[in-house]
């Protein structure tokens, strides 16, 4: 039976951010010298689950802070076409960011080691730096944290975060993007996101808990979000699909009007709405009038205060606090990762099903079971044999 680990994680984000922000940042500074900054003409962000939102989330941060071009990509899509091809006249000039917070996954360490061949920057961002993907990379960025209870990964993801905005920080403060003094106010700004959860987990936990009592027996979800929190969108599908197992997906707030409007399946979806009261806030309103003449069960993740896409929800989530958008993915995944585990308990579910009978992979081959970690990477000279 699950034994809240999401919620014990959640309980430990305040302490863990107020606590690790300032040592990853020192790590981060001394890799990410003047010089190494200021050949940077292209980045690249990948990584695969978790990491991959990861990179989703703070593609904001980089390009308005580093005015720098940046694509979040998922490692198969970054080492076998845009790395291995040079997609977009990619150059030797270009920083790939590969993040593995475990140092095992596969396609992440084909990624970074396709792009390194390439003749481009690479970091390996991970808490194993000993490991293959580790040593892949021209550069390494150790981001292990007191070791702590780490299943499913909330804390790791929270931390993948840190790393990743504060390197783009990094890099917009040693070309001159931005100065010092930004630089220092961001920095405080991703601190005080600790108090936003904090605020944010008493503010919700009461409702949180209703919810998953009340939808209980449902077996489909769909997270809504947009810009950098379309990444949170699909984070707490990611989360309930590994707590409780149940269908969950994740759409952009403007796709959701375009596809999951005309599902005549399943008409009271429970539907997260994920919207931090900002650049699309008004849309997210407007499109909230169609989801709920059509029957869909709304629940707005929103600003405490707001008044225009929150009070339109049959269920309100509120966040505190004054998280600016680059970082509110930090704060945003809160409410949804306590409902994935308090769902989680209300239907006795084990997160990843205990990896037990068809989940088992401990007596099955690398190739028959789940091969993230046991497939073979693949060089660039056998990915461009490859291509059709």
Known sequence: MPNNNII????????????????????????????????????????????????????????????????????????????????????????VIGTSVSGTVIRTREAIGVARDQGMTTVAITANPTSPFGTVANHILDCTVPDFIDFPGV???????LV?????????????????????????????????????????????????????????????GHGPNYATAMFGAAKLLEAAGTHALAQDTEEWGHLQYFTNTDIDTPTFIVSPGCRSHTRTAEMLIPMNRIGRY?????????????????????????????????????????????LASNIGEDYFRGFRELYDVTELTPLTGNSIRTSTPVSLTEILQLRG
Do not use: W
């Not at 606590?19 to 990584?47: P, W, Y």
């Not at 804390?155 to 975060?161: A, F, K």
């Not at 049959?314 to 308090?342: C, H, K, Q, R, W």
């Open 8 to 95: 014990t994680q959640v309980e430990s984000l305040p302490h863990l951010i107020r606590t690790q922000t300032a040592e990853l940042n020192e790590r981060v500074c001394n890799l990410f010298t003047k010089r190494m900054c200021s050949h940077i003409d292209h980045i690249i962000t990948t990584g695969c689950g978790d990491s991959h939102m990861a990179a989703i989330a703070t593609e904001l941060a980089f390009e308005e802070l580093t005015h720098i071009s940046t694509e979040p990509l998922n490692a198969l899509t970054a080492a076998r076409y845009a790395i291995a091809t040079r997609q977009n006249n990619l150059s030797k000039n270009t920083l």
């Open 155 to 161: 804390r790791s993801y929270r931390v993948s975060l």
């Open 164 to 224: 990743l905005y504060l390197i783009a920080i990094r890099i917009a403060e040693a070309r001159d993007s931005i100065t010092t003094n930004k630089a220092a106010e961001l920095r405080s700004q991703i601190i005080d996101s600790g108090d936003s959860i904090e605020a944010t987990i008493e503010a919700t936990r009461s409702a949180a808990i209703d919810l998953a009592e009340k939808l209980s027996t449902q077996n489909y979800f769909v997270f809504v």
């Open 298 to 342: 709304t629940i707005g993740i929103c600003p405490k205060d707001d008044t225009k896409v929150g009070n339109q929800c049959n269920v309100f989530l509120p966040v505190v606090g004054n998280t600016p958008e680059i970082f509110s993915p930090i704060v945003y995944p809160t409410p949804i990762e306590l409902f994935a585990d308090y």
